[in-house]
């Protein structure tokens, strides 16, 4: 997947770095490289996070299935 992000410096130097496609997905790094491997990571605990929502709030009359994208 492709996503989207938005970086800017910040006064004490560092540079912060948003998804804006995903609510409250922001990391930051100290150049851009480190912000760029820092958002990737957030990414990714983010989708992971919403995927847990959505298996608890299956009923528990359904198995859920692991299928790769």
């Given amino acids: ?3 989207h992000v938005t970086m800017e410096p910040v ?3 560092w540079i912060m ?3 804006p496609a995903l609510p ?3 990391s930051q790094g100290k150049d851009e490289q480190e912000a760029l ?3 990737k990571e957030a990414i990714t605990g983010w989708l992971w ?3 847990q929502k959505a298996l608890k709030a299956l009923p528990e009359s359904q198995t859920p299935l692991l299928v790769a994208v």
């Fill in 1 to 3: 997947m492709i996503f």
């Fill in 11 to 13: 006064e004490d130097g």
């Fill in 17 to 19: 770095i948003e998804c």
């Fill in 24 to 26: 409250g997905c922001i």
């Fill in 37 to 39: 491997a820092n958002i």
């Fill in 49 to 51: 996070a919403q995927d």
